[in-house]
């Protein structure tokens, strides 16, 4: 029989332990993440998405993550798996909404009210501008969101709206697309306009505009050499095809989206959708992005993200132009703020 002696043991253990992954635990944790790209048609949900996960595993490296969906009816196995969980984190994008019970993107029903869910909101939005929440959607999102933990929102007129319910414990984090903006990355984006240019249109009934969207194509012809357009939403295609057949068009991908952002193309960004343009920034490139709706525009009045009005072209004419400085300014108080109520509880990382 081979003697083990306490030295050679010690040594052993402390390799296991300089292991990554490896370490001696009394307890594991739980969190559940609600997945807002799932079974949802728009790849800037996939963007978001992978924002919230980065942060997720930086914030909780030793516990269990699971997942559920926001964009289907939840049943009861989603529904224990959220009140099982130490932390319910709803992972950012439009889920709030005045009329919860139409069109909302957060499928939720009575049952999921009265089940004790307590969600913590993480750089969540408010659909559109909107009234005041009506009596259902009041009910609805006191009784979802957890009432003693700090939420996150994109932006000040969520956190408003959030506030006129009652629901004080807000934070404006911007979207956790955002939080690796920091200035020496912003710094190293390009100021000079590029030789070609990525775009993006919107084709939502509510959201596009032909005349205008025609008018920002014809002016990116006139600035650029060769246009493409990345297809964030399947509808996108027919639409932009019936502007301008002769863009080139990016597979509808975010894989192929990063690879142009990350190939040799000394390339732009200009188009309206928001999540398309943070992921050129998130690559280094010069960023222009066309507001349609509330979220382009109230994250660039609150973080200094490069947008411009739908119809403002000669402001967009002079940003092409450049040269064009983008600084964002990211909220770290309020960021630091909504990560340390998870280190103070012992859940999140150290």
Not at 62 to 86: C, Q, Y
Not at 237 to 264: I, K, M, Q, T
Request: charged share 20%.
């Amino acid at each position: 029989m081979v003697q083990v002696y306490p030295s050679r043991q010690m040594n052993e253990r402390r390799e296991q332990i300089a292991v990554e992954g490896v370490s001696p635990r009394i307890a594991m944790h739980r969190v559940t993440v609600l997945d807002t790209a799932a079974a949802s048609t728009n790849l800037g949900d996939s963007v978001i998405m992978e924002a919230v996960r980065h942060e997720i595993a930086g914030l909780f490296p030793d516990s269990a993550v699971f997942a559920v969906t926001s964009h289907e009816w939840m049943g009861p196995h989603s529904r224990r798996l959220i009140r099982k969980a130490d932390w319910a984190i709803a992972g950012g994008t439009t889920l709030l909404n005045s009329r919860m019970w139409f069109r909302s993107n957060w499928r939720v029903k009575p049952i999921d009210a009265l089940s004790h869910l307590n969600v913590v909101l993480m750089g969540a939005g408010w659909y559109q501008y909107q009234g005041a929440p009506d009596p259902y959607s009041h009910w609805m999102l006191r009784s979802l969101l957890n009432r003693t933990a700090i939420h996150s929102v994109r932006d000040s007129y969520t956190l408003e709206k959030l506030t006129s319910l009652g629901i004080t414990k807000v934070v404006n984090t911007g979207c956790p697309t955002l939080w690796q903006l920091i200035p020496a990355h912003c710094a190293r984006l390009p100021k000079q306009k590029a030789g070609s240019v990525l775009t993006t249109i919107n084709s939502y009934p509510k959201l596009y505009d032909q005349d205008a969207d025609r008018r920002m194509f014809e002016m990116l012809r006139r600035h650029y050499r060769d246009v493409y357009l990345w297809i964030q939403t399947y509808t996108d295609f027919e639409y932009a095809r019936s502007l301008d057949p002769a863009l080139l068009f990016v597979n509808p991908n975010l894989g192929a989206l990063d690879a142009v952002l990350s190939s040799n193309l000394d390339i732009d960004y200009v188009g309206n959708r928001l999540h398309a343009g943070i992921r050129a920034l998130q690559k280094g490139r010069r960023a222009i992005i066309v507001e349609i709706d509330n979220r382009a525009r109230e994250m660039g009045q609150d973080f200094g993200l490069p947008t411009v009005a739908r119809t403002d072209f000669d402001r967009l004419e002079h940003m092409i132009k450049g040269p064009l400085e983008i600084s964002v300014r990211l909220p770290n108080t309020e960021i630091d703020i909504w990560k340390g109520q998870f280190r103070a509880s012992g859940d999140g990382a150290p």
